[in-house]
């Protein structure tokens, strides 16, 4: 079965970290292009960071120098690590497989990260 899904939602204080997870099943993972999106409650859906097979990321402005992205290709997983969480980093996070010329994209469960005291 091709899925992806995520894990490693919460709550959080402003100010902390948390590393969500998003595994992998049914496709060649390592050669895929994985993203991360976010979608706020009454807002639209959008870009986080994302990572190629060569381990060559970029990040979104709003996070960028404080969420790192990385993936084990050998356990078919991608991690988001978020340090210094903000209460506007409340949402629920989205793992995606980027299409390619032969697989469509695909999009996990999601997994909600809440910062507040």
């Known amino acids: 079965q091709v899925q992806l899904v995520e894990s490693g939602g919460g709550l959080v204080q402003p100010g902390g970290s948390l590393r969500v997870s998003c595994v992998a099943s049914g496709l060649t993972f390592s050669s895929r292009t994985m993203s991360w999106y976010r979608q706020a409650p009454g807002k639209e859906r959008e870009f986080v960071a994302q990572?190629?097979?060569?381990?060559?990321?970029m990040y979104a402005e709003s996070v960028k120098g404080r969420f790192t992205i990385s993936r084990d290709n050998a356990k078919n997983t991608v991690f988001l690590q978020m340090n210094s969480l903000k209460p506007e980093d409340t949402a629920v996070y989205y793992c995606?497989?980027?299409?390619?010329?032969?697989?469509?994209?695909?999009w996990g469960q999601g997994t909600l990260v809440t910062v507040s005291s």
């Open positions: 990572i190629i097979s060569g381990h060559i990321t």
């Open positions: 995606k497989a980027e299409p390619t010329y032969s697989a469509i994209e695909l």
